[in-house]
Each structure stands twice: as C-alpha cells, then as structure tokens.
C-alpha cells in the first residue's frame, strides 16, 4: 500500500499552504493517499510534525481552499450538460435543481484515516448527492408525516403505499418501486465548495452514557469540514406520473423543514428547489397576461424580463398582444418605450417601408441587410418564426407572386423570411383560419394535410384538430 501511495504522490502536487497532497482530483486524494495518524504521532510526510488534531485541522484548511483546475472543470460540465439533456429528453421523468440553503454535511460516516467523512463521486472527485439519500429522505418523511397511508406496520414493514414507490418487502416478497432516484449532481464545478465549521460538545460525559448533564464537562470545539450553502444540484427521478408529482410536492417540503445530510437537527443540510425555466415563463405571461395598462407591461419588462426572456419567442408574442390592447403607438418620446417598440417589432419599418409602391425587392433586401446587423443574433436566427416576419412575409409575396421561383429567390430577405408549417405559433384560431383559407397565410410546399398528418400541433385542442382533419378528407 504505501508502494502505491507513494507512486500516486509522484503525480499530484501538495497544496501551497499544507504538506497534504491534493492534486486535481480530491477523490483520489481522499480515497488513496491520506495516511492514518496515531494519536501519538509526531509526523505526517516529510516537514510536518504535530499531533493528530492539529494535522485534521490543516487538511480541513486545505480542502477550503481547493479548487476544481479550470481545463477540468470544463469537461464536468459537458458532462452534466449531456446527462441533464438525457433527462429532460424523457417523458417519464421529474427533472429539478436544488439550492443549498445552509451547510451541507454528507459522507460524515464514511471512514478515514482523519476522521473526515466526505461524498466525492468518481471519477469526477466532485460532491454529489447520492440518490438512496434523497430517497431515504422522502421515504421517511412520508412515514413521518403522510398518515397512515404511508405509516410502517407493525415489525418496522413498510406499507404497500411504501413498497409500491420506493420498494421493499411485501408479504415476504421483495418488490422494485416504482420510481428510479437518481445521484444529484453538483452543476458546477467552479469555486471553492468546503468551508469549515465548529460543533461544540458542552456533555460529553453525557454523550458517553457516564453522567448527567451537570454543566460541569469541559467544551469540546469540534471542527468539521462542510459544503458551502448556494451550490446547485441538479437531480432526476424516473417512473409514472402520479409518483413523480407527489416526489416533487414532499421533496419540497423535506428538504425545506427535514433537510438533507447530517446534523440536520441544528439546521444543516436546507434546501430550495429552484423553478424551471417552464416555470418561470409560464409565470411571467400569466403577470403579462394579468397587467392592467401599459404603465404595468412597462414595469414587468424592465423588471422582470432577463435578456434570455426577450429572446422567448411565446413571451414575446404574449408581450405584443398585451401591448397592442392597450396602446397602438410604434414610437414614442419615452426612451424605455421605444427599447420596447423595437423588441417587439423589429421589422416594423420594413413593413412600413413595403407599403410605398415605388419600393423595390432590391431595395428591401438591402434594408433587411442593414437592420439584421442591429438585431441580436439570437433573435436574427429565429426571425422566420416571429408572427411580424411571418407578415412581412405574407405581403412580400403578395406584392412580388413569383417571389420563389424567380430569378430573387436567392436573396437574403428571401431566404432568411421564408417559413413552414412547422415555424407557426399554432392555436385553434390559426388552425381553423387556414384549413377554411380565411388567414393570409403563405402557403407551403408541404401541404397541409401533410403537415397534420404528423400529429396534433401543439396548441390546439384535439376536437379542433379531428374537425379539420375530417374536412381535409
């Protein structure tokens, strides 16, 4: 062993202000190269000398101070990058970020040469949460406070509301719950992830069963190494509807008044479940939704709209029609009105532009030229899909029939306006507008009946739906 030890000591470095080796991983250093220390020892390494506490204490240091190497910290994410889209892919599966409220304890129990329990996975050597814990937390929680639904019976056996979620024994047979608890991984690698804490003993000859707490024992400080609150962690669970619902209502909870990890009882170990980005959209177009004049539109774009909303294509569309029932200006003398204007109607004076008659197709590719380098680029590349582009489109061809199969095909505004079935922002309305051909609408190469045939487009209800397709037949 301490042939092997000393091999892996030739490749990691020792820390700047500490004589332990921690390399780039800490795993490997945790796992592999620490060495017990006797309580009477008088050495660690080479230069360091000290007792047993004092040489913790210098680790725990160490551990506060690391940092995840930048080239590395790269690949962690694009891994938990491409394992949060494996999850969000699925259509079976509860997809949810944490956010550590308080001091996180966990791996406390793990053995180690210094008595310093931590949770690193492998290979990453990065905290994690182990999902057997999230689900023992919910579990026990539910047995808790769930009723006698989820109560164990007599013999400590859980009850078949229990065995059916998480699994267990049944009448003398084992079952598989129904539900699959996934580790929660630590989004990002960034930062210094430890801090370090202090738990007093004041009965410690209580605690050892050999006297009453009698305020007489000596206080014990004791120093422990723990995660820093404000990490995110992204976890999944995988199984049936109903399950993953009630995993998410309780897990809330649970974490919030239980929490997670040890020494829960004096508050470590709290956590927040962060909304979606669904979430968070479908709240914003219901406050759009429920703005009461354009004073509140006003408000709710400059304090509640990111960068990233204005580039959501239905907040955007549920903006414009809220702004339009109360105002049809497309200027105005109040500079945050105009940033408005512009956000919603990008293409506004292209369409102003096409109305005049002597207005050539040259002339309005050039302008589009021009005013796409002032549109962000990631507006610019869903253009197609922005009801007012889908106009402009619309009046384009109007004014120009063989705007496709002429020699202007290849232009620009051409190419860049022109959209499918697939780029409509489809409700009932829209579907019922153009299967009956009330809607101006450009009309694709793929038929529509073609494009229906894929399947009920999101939006409209599945009675509009049947309706047209008979009408198509």
Same mark, same amino acid.
């Given at each position: 062993?301490?042939?092997?030890?000393?091999?892996?000591?030739?490749?990691?470095?020792?820390?700047?202000?500490?004589?332990?080796?921690?390399? +780039?991983?800490?795993?490997?250093?945790?796992?592999?190269?620490?060495?017990?220390? #006797?309580?009477?020892?008088?050495?660690?390494?080479?230069?360091?000398?000290?007792?047993? !506490?004092?040489?913790?204490?210098?680790?725990?240091?160490?551990?506060?101070?690391?940092?995840?190497?930048?080239?590395? !910290?790269?690949? @962690?994410?694009?891994?938990?990058?491409?394992?949060?889209?494996?999850?969000?892919?699925?259509? +079976?599966?509860?997809?949810?970020?944490?956010?550590?409220?308080?001091?996180?304890?966990?791996?406390?129990?793990?053995?180690?040469?210094?008595?310093?329990?931590?949770?690193?996975?492998?290979?990453?050597?990065?905290?994690?949460?182990?999902?057997?814990?999230?689900?023992?937390?919910?579990?026990?929680?539910?047995?808790?406070?769930?009723?006698?639904?989820?109560?164990?019976?007599?013999?400590?056996?859980?009850?078949?509301?229990?065995?059916?979620?998480?699994?267990?024994?049944?009448?003398?047979?084992?079952?598989?719950?129904?539900?699959?608890?996934?580790?929660?991984?630590?989004?990002?690698?960034?930062?210094?992830?430890?801090?370090?804490?202090?738990?007093?003993?004041?009965?410690?000859?209580?605690?050892? !069963?050999?006297?009453?707490?009698?305020?007489?024992?000596?206080?014990?400080?004791?120093?422990?190494?723990?995660? &820093?609150?404000?990490?995110?962690?992204?976890?999944?669970?995988?199984?049936?509807?109903?399950?993953?619902?009630?995993?998410?209502?309780?897990?809330?909870?649970?974490?919030?008044?239980?929490?997670?990890?040890?020494?829960?009882?004096?508050?470590?170990?709290?956590?927040?479940?962060?909304?979606?980005? &669904?979430?968070?959209?479908?709240?914003?177009?219901?406050?759009?939704?429920?703005?009461?004049?354009?004073?509140?539109?006003?408000?709710?774009?400059? %304090?509640?709209?990111?960068?990233?909303?204005? %580039?959501?294509?239905?907040?955007?569309?549920?903006? &414009?029609?809220?702004?339009?029932?109360?105002?049809?200006?497309?200027?105005?003398?109040? #500079?945050?009105?105009?940033?408005?204007?512009?956000?919603? @109607?990008?293409?506004?004076?292209?369409?102003?532009?096409?109305?005049?008659?002597?207005?050539?197709?040259?002339?309005?590719?050039?302008?589009?030229?021009?005013?796409?380098?002032?549109?962000? !680029?990631?507006?610019?590349?869903?253009?197609?899909?922005?009801?007012?582009?889908?106009?402009?489109?619309?009046?384009?061809?109007?004014?120009?029939?063989?705007?496709?199969?002429?020699?202007?095909?290849?232009?620009?505004?051409?190419?860049?306006?022109?959209?499918?079935?697939?780029?409509?922002?489809? +409700?009932?309305?829209?579907?019922?507008?153009?299967?009956?051909?009330?809607?101006?609408? @450009?009309?694709?190469?793929?038929?529509?009946?073609?494009?229906?045939?894929?399947?009920?487009?999101?939006?409209?209800?599945?009675?509009?739906?049947?309706?047209?397709?008979?009408?198509?037949?």
């Amino acid at each position: 062993m301490n042939a092997l030890r000393a091999d892996l000591g030739k490749i990691v470095r020792k820390h700047e202000s500490s004589s332990a080796q921690l390399g +780039d991983n800490l795993g490997l250093a945790f796992e592999r190269l620490l060495k017990e220390i #006797p309580e009477n020892s008088t050495s660690y390494g080479e230069n360091s000398k000290g007792n047993k !506490e004092q040489l913790k204490n210098e680790l725990i240091q160490s551990y506060t101070k690391f940092e995840y190497p930048t080239t590395k !910290e790269e690949s @962690y994410k694009l891994a938990v990058a491409e394992w949060r889209q494996i999850q969000e892919d699925r259509k +079976d599966t509860l997809c949810l970020t944490l956010r550590s409220l308080t001091p996180l304890l966990l791996g406390s129990g793990n053995s180690s040469a210094m008595d310093i329990g931590i949770q690193l996975n492998k290979p990453w050597g990065i905290p994690y949460i182990s999902g057997s814990s999230i689900k023992g937390l919910i579990s026990s929680y539910l047995a808790r406070f769930g009723g006698e639904t989820w109560q164990k019976g007599d013999g400590a056996e859980k009850s078949l509301a229990q065995v059916e979620v998480f699994g267990g024994e049944w009448n003398k047979n084992s079952y598989i719950g129904s539900v699959t608890f996934h580790d929660a991984w630590l989004m990002s690698a960034q930062g210094q992830w430890f801090q370090e804490e202090i738990i007093t003993v004041h009965h410690q000859e209580y605690y050892n !069963e050999k006297n009453f707490p009698d305020g007489m024992d000596d206080p014990i400080p004791v120093k422990l190494l723990v995660l &820093k609150p404000n990490l995110d962690f992204f976890v999944s669970f995988a199984g049936p509807k109903p399950a993953l619902d009630l995993i998410k209502s309780v897990l809330e909870q649970a974490l919030l008044t239980v929490g997670l990890g040890a020494k829960t009882a004096v508050g470590y170990g709290r956590f927040s479940i962060l909304k979606s980005e &669904k979430e968070k959209i479908a709240e914003i177009l219901e406050t759009i939704a429920h703005a009461k004049n354009l004073e509140q539109l006003v408000e709710v774009y400059s %304090k509640q709209l990111s960068k990233a909303h204005t %580039k959501n294509l239905d907040i955007k569309i549920g903006f &414009k029609k809220a702004w339009e029932s109360f105002s049809k200006a497309k200027e105005s003398k109040d #500079p945050e009105i105009n940033k408005i204007i512009e956000w919603l @109607y990008p293409l506004q004076s292209l369409l102003n532009l096409l109305d005049s008659s002597d207005f050539t197709l040259k002339k309005l590719n050039d302008e589009f030229k021009d005013q796409k380098k002032r549109i962000p !680029e990631e507006i610019s590349s869903k253009l197609k899909q922005d009801p007012e582009a889908q106009i402009l489109f619309n009046k384009m061809l109007k004014k120009w029939p063989t705007l496709l199969t002429g020699p202007d095909k290849d232009m620009v505004v051409v190419k860049e306006l022109t959209y499918s079935w697939e780029d409509l922002k489809w +409700d009932d309305d829209l579907l019922l507008n153009i299967a009956t051909g009330a809607g101006n609408y @450009y009309m694709s190469p793929q038929s529509l009946k073609d494009f229906l045939l894929k399947g009920k487009p999101e939006g409209c209800k599945q009675e509009t739906y049947d309706m047209v397709m008979a009408e198509l037949s």
